[in-house]
């Protein structure tokens, strides 16, 4: 496999007088277009206000950084005020209307990751807004409008008319956004950071997966996810999805080594990840990293919502399922060299602290 799997970081989409959009471009990134998956992040400063919109993709939403509020509107279902803060994590099914809101001082930036095999360019986000000077109505002809709103049409130009931002605007301060809900909360967000840990070894690292049993709504998007966090110099396992399902990392923080290995054996990707990277693992292929002294944390999605995992080494390893027998013989070693294989890593699984 020929293609560029080197990370990339996002690139400035569009910015307002209430902050920023930025995305990974297929073009840079071609595993976006290949693997079908979009990725984008939106920055607000305080008083930032993201319009409402819908999109042609499913998406999972994480808050990297900041405190806000999260709109968000079901098919014929009422409007869900949500109080949303870094960790949490939140399942956006296809047309779903959202908005963003952020009332503090300390920017809001929040993820997406989402899958566009359905999109209308593959590898992107489309988005369709319905106010602004690119909302939907503005498309369609006074009469129009005036007859589905049932208002006048000099009503209804000032209301088309009256956004002149594309995206994101900046609300006065005296404006009162409706108030989150706590029970809102449930069933839409997980946060990743005070959830129970699905993997934690010490020194080595901790996992969160979402899935459909602590977020029922990923059913509906598609896609699992996952937060890291791994220890300085630790290791993660050298391993792959055996579900035919593609692995998005954005690394939130921190720094770290990372090898891809692919088809016939050949290494496809060496290289240090840095925070705000992205990138891609292609189906089957084995990924493994290594933390710099100060730790990694990444987030993940991956393209089903129940992922399953096979490790090439450690405790849960595929090696450790493997009989004696057939280790010898695929290895071409001595049963003494078999025996010093399998009494290693017997009680590590998935992470591996450093070396003593």
Same mark, same amino acid.
């Given at each position: 496999?020929?293609?560029?799997?080197?990370?990339?970081?996002?690139?400035?989409?569009?910015?307002?007088?209430?902050?920023?959009?930025?995305?990974?471009?297929?073009?840079?990134?071609?595993?976006?277009?290949?693997?079908?998956?979009?990725?984008?992040?939106?920055?607000?400063?305080?008083?930032?206000?993201?319009?409402?919109?819908?999109? /042609?993709? *499913?998406?999972?939403?994480?808050?990297?950084?900041?405190?806000?509020?999260? %709109?968000? @509107? &079901?098919?014929?279902? =009422?409007?869900?005020?949500?109080?949303?803060?870094?960790?949490?994590?939140?399942?956006?099914?296809?047309?779903?209307?959202?908005?963003?809101?952020?009332?503090?001082?300390?920017?809001?930036?929040?993820?997406?990751?989402?899958?566009?095999?359905?999109?209308?360019?593959?590898?992107?986000?489309?988005?369709?807004?319905?106010?602004?000077?690119?909302?939907?109505?503005?498309?369609?002809?006074?009469?129009?409008?005036?007859?589905?709103?049932?208002?006048?049409?000099?009503?209804?130009?000032?209301?088309?008319?009256?956004?002149?931002?594309?995206?994101?605007?900046?609300? /006065?301060? *005296?404006?009162?956004?409706?108030?989150?809900?706590?029970?809102?909360?449930? %069933?839409? @967000? &997980?946060?990743?950071? =005070?959830?129970?840990?699905?993997?934690?070894?010490?020194?080595?690292?901790?996992?969160?997966?979402?899935?459909?049993?602590?977020?029922?709504?990923?059913?509906?998007?598609?896609?699992?996810?996952?937060?890291?966090?791994?220890?300085?110099?630790?290791?993660?396992?050298?391993?792959?999805?055996?579900?035919?399902?593609?692995?998005?990392?954005?690394?939130?923080?921190?720094?770290?080594?990372?090898?891809?290995?692919?088809?016939?054996?050949?290494?496809?990707?060496?290289?240090?990840?840095?925070?705000?990277?992205?990138?891609?693992?292609?189906?089957?292929?084995?990924?493994?990293?290594?933390?710099?002294?100060?730790?990694?944390?990444?987030?993940?999605?991956?393209?089903?919502?129940?992922?399953?995992?096979?490790?090439?080494?450690?405790?849960?390893?595929?090696?450790?399922?493997?009989?004696?027998?057939?280790?010898?013989?695929?290895?071409?070693?001595?049963?003494?060299?078999?025996?010093?294989?399998?009494?290693?890593?017997?009680?590590?699984?998935?992470?591996?602290?450093?070396?003593?």
């Amino acid at each position: 496999m020929d293609i560029d799997l080197t990370p990339k970081l996002a690139k400035k989409v569009y910015e307002g007088d209430g902050g920023a959009y930025y995305a990974w471009c297929p073009n840079e990134l071609p595993m976006l277009g290949e693997g079908n998956i979009g990725a984008a992040k939106l920055a607000l400063e305080k008083n930032g206000f993201a319009l409402p919109r819908y999109s /042609d993709s *499913s998406k999972v939403a994480h808050v990297l950084q900041g405190n806000g509020v999260a %709109g968000i @509107v &079901l098919p014929e279902s =009422e409007e869900k005020v949500i109080a949303i803060k870094k960790g949490d994590a939140i399942a956006i099914p296809f047309g779903v209307v959202t908005w963003w809101y952020n009332k503090e001082d300390s920017e809001l930036v929040v993820l997406f990751l989402g899958e566009t095999s359905k999109a209308h360019k593959a590898g992107k986000f489309t988005d369709f807004l319905l106010t602004g000077s690119k909302g939907i109505f503005t498309g369609f002809s006074a009469e129009f409008v005036s007859r589905a709103w049932d208002l006048e049409e000099n009503i209804v130009k000032s209301l088309v008319g009256s956004q002149s931002c594309n995206e994101i605007v900046k609300l /006065d301060p *005296s404006h009162k956004m409706p108030e989150p809900i706590e029970q809102h909360r449930e %069933g839409m @967000v &997980l946060n990743c950071l =005070e959830a129970p840990l699905d993997v934690d070894v010490k020194n080595g690292g901790r996992v969160v997966v979402l899935n459909t049993k602590n977020l029922p709504l990923v059913g509906e998007v598609g896609l699992g996810a996952d937060l890291v966090r791994l220890d300085g110099n630790a290791m993660c396992s050298p391993g792959f999805s055996c579900d035919s399902a593609l692995q998005v990392t954005y690394v939130v923080r921190g720094s770290g080594r990372v090898e891809v290995v692919g088809v016939d054996g050949r290494k496809v990707l060496e290289t240090t990840l840095k925070g705000g990277n992205l990138f891609i693992v292609p189906r089957f292929f084995v990924v493994s990293k290594i933390g710099d002294p100060d730790g990694m944390e990444w987030f993940s999605i991956i393209t089903t919502p129940n992922p399953i995992f096979t490790h090439l080494a450690g405790a849960t390893s595929v090696w450790k399922a493997l009989s004696p027998e057939v280790l010898q013989a695929a290895f071409n070693v001595p049963p003494e060299v078999e025996g010093l294989f399998r009494s290693k890593r017997t009680s590590d699984a998935i992470f591996f602290p450093p070396p003593k």
